[in-house]
């Protein structure tokens, strides 16, 4: 239905493409190549491919993670490229043997966006994500990731019906894994209804 899908991409744009467009940056590129986080995304890919495999939608779960390899090449030449550009401009502030406040800022401003590669809070929520809606088996399968889609766009609808465009908007923008795991733990009810429904989805997407 054209509503929820509209309830869907807000939900969306809210929680992952806005925090993502907020520190845009090459090098946080190598968050997808990070080993740990690499690991258990191919876990989760491998699982969509069995579940296609299962439906009989071969040509489908061979494109999709045909293209989950191929980003996270790209990832890694885009994210290595953007590193070493930074690593050498930064080097010279480095070396210095005079210990001056540029020196010390150009090193620190660095050092942060070293330690900014990786998005904690995006990587909490997924993890998250897995634990509510993946079952025992800690995957989300394709009825599983249409799950959680459906509860993301229910509680956004929820959320414009209560309050006014703004307070919407605020709320929206400053929702993070904290507020949703008070919110399922504390009335579990919708999860529940949602769990009732025989969501399907062919295309789950990449990123929670």
Known sequence: PQEWARWHNTARLYWTWLPMLSALSAMRLLANVNPFVLMLQTQLEIGFLKDRFNKG?????????????????????????????????TSKYVNQDELSIMNVSFTLVFMFQILGITNLTRFSRRRLNIFIFGGADGKLSNRERGMNYFWNAALAKRLRARFSLLQFVAIMLSFDDFDFQRLVLHNDSHLKLVRSLDVKVVRPEQSM
């Open 57 to 89: 939608l071969y040509l489908s779960g061979v494109f999709f993670f045909a293209w989950y390899i191929v980003t996270r090449f790209f990832s890694l030449v885009i994210g290595l490229d953007g590193f070493l550009v930074k690593f050498r401009a």
